[in-house]
């Protein structure tokens, strides 16, 4: 399933951190973190709701402003 979200990160750098962890996730087939256009892409097989809390958690310890708009 792909999904995408809108964010907001502070910087280049913080977006391609938070891109590495959330390719280590298990249930993350695949994650793209754009600090340009501040979108999350993310392909993934496992239940959205479920995965979208550590999504977050993440990149949280990445960048504490971080903020995913539904």
Not at 29 to 57: F, G, I
Request: glycine fraction near 2%.
């Amino acid at each position: 399933m792909k999904l995408s979200y809108s964010i907001e990160v502070d910087c280049a750098n913080c977006a391609a951190k938070m891109e590495a962890a959330l390719n280590r996730m298990e249930g993350v087939t695949s994650a793209r973190v754009n600090y340009l256009t501040q979108k999350l892409s993310l392909e993934t097989d496992a239940d959205p709701e479920k995965l979208l809390p550590q999504v977050v958690k993440a990149c949280k310890r990445v960048d504490a402003d971080f903020e995913l708009k539904r």
